[in-house]
């Protein structure tokens, strides 16, 4: 299967069209004509600078265990379940390539869920190139989504985002993470029904300790619940167990329309500190996908049975019978 990055000139995106150049013009300090050349610009870069990183990088085998063996092993997980762990990934990505035929993945889910983490695994596995929305917002942006937020406000983010979701809708064959809050915006699901849309869930107090892991400064709608409180303190959690909760509780049923739901639990008895390792996670992942593409590819084989393959006529419909019913009782009274 060839990439569409791997064949010059196809697929490419339609960076910035008419629409989405109105959505730029919307921020007044990059009205002028130039700004918006060299925002499509910086856009467009961006996503072909990570596209080719990661075409590069997925094309040798040994450098995609690596990627995948920095992941497993930065969470202390043994060398000899990583070979194993790696060679089932990698039998099960062989499967899915064949059955998703160059469909693209896009991960949602909350902050701290792991889709950048889980994304490039599973990206590498499928050799295909690895999108981060939010790295491309900066880049486009050129400051960081903290910046922004600060800035210019969330709702300006938010069209941001929607933009880049657009500009990527024409890529075939990535894999895309996604902000923790594209699920919010109903023109973004749209954009993502190309691609089979996955989402990574786990409970509050699970995400909280990835989050206070990295500090909550990257992520501005948790630095401000945690303002105040002691750095790693039990206060700190705690305030971020509730935030996490609260916009989880907002979003859950909009995180459900995904395609597939990946726990990130260890077990369904044992959440585990952080949940199952990355591998494990994209193990799941690619598992529920092959399983689901086999079920969607048997039912559109049973359904074309049903086809009806000759031009002979229609069957009548429910009025025509009554009709003729009707007829035939008034014919047999007469
Ligand atoms: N399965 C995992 N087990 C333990 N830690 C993990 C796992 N997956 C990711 N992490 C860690 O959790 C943190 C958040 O992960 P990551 O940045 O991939 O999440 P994200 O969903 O992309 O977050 P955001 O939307 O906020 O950018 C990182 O420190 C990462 O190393
Ligand atoms: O959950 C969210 O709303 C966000 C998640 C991050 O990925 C960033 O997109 C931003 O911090 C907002």
């Not at 979701?165 to 915006?185: I, N, Q, Y």
């Not at 585990?272 to 590819?297: F, H, M, Q």
Request: charged content about 25%; overall charge negative.
């Amino acid at each position: 299967m060839t990439s569409a990055f791997c064949a010059p000139g196809r697929n490419l995106p339609a960076f910035l069209s008419a629409s989405s150049l109105r959505q730029i013009k919307q921020f007044g300090a990059w009205q002028s004509p130039q700004n918006v050349c060299a925002l499509r610009q910086k856009l467009r870069n961006a996503a072909f600078r990570q596209q080719s990183c990661s075409t590069r990088s997925v094309q040798q085998k040994h450098q995609r265990e690596l990627i995948v063996r920095a992941h497993v092993e930065g969470l202390d997980e043994s060398i000899s379940d990583y070979d194993v762990l790696t060679q089932k990934v990698e039998a099960l990505a062989a499967e899915v390539m064949e059955l998703l035929d160059g469909t693209s993945l896009y991960l949602v889910g909350m902050m701290g869920s792991g889709k950048s983490t889980v994304g490039k695994i599973v990206a590498s596995a499928l050799k295909y190139p690895y999108l981060d929305c939010d790295t491309l917002i900066e880049k486009m942006a050129g400051c960081t989504v903290a910046e922004i937020f600060a800035d210019e406000g969330e709702e300006s983010f938010r069209d941001l985002e929607s933009q880049v979701l657009h500009e990527l809708m024409p890529f075939k064959a990535v894999v895309v993470s996604t902000g923790g809050g594209a699920v919010t915006r109903k023109q973004n699901w749209g954009y993502m029904q190309h691609g089979v849309v996955v989402w990574l869930t786990g409970p509050p107090e699970l995400l909280s300790r990835r989050a206070l892991r990295d500090g909550t400064q990257s992520r501005p709608l948790l630095s401000e619940s945690s303002a105040g409180s002691e750095e790693g303190g039990d206060d700190e959690y705690a305030a971020t167990v509730a935030k996490l909760r609260d916009i989880l509780d907002k979003r859950r049923h909009m995180y459900e329309h995904a395609d597939l739901h990946i726990p990130l639990e260890v077990s369904p008895t044992d959440p585990g500190d952080c949940g199952a390792t990355p591998a494990v996670i994209a193990y799941r992942l690619l598992k529920a996908l092959s399983e689901r593409l086999k079920n969607d590819a048997a039912e559109r084989e049973a359904a074309k049975e049903f086809e009806i393959t000759d031009s002979g006529p229609l069957p009548p419909t429910m009025r025509q019978m009554d009709a003729v019913q009707n007829n035939g009782a008034q014919g047999n009274s007469a």
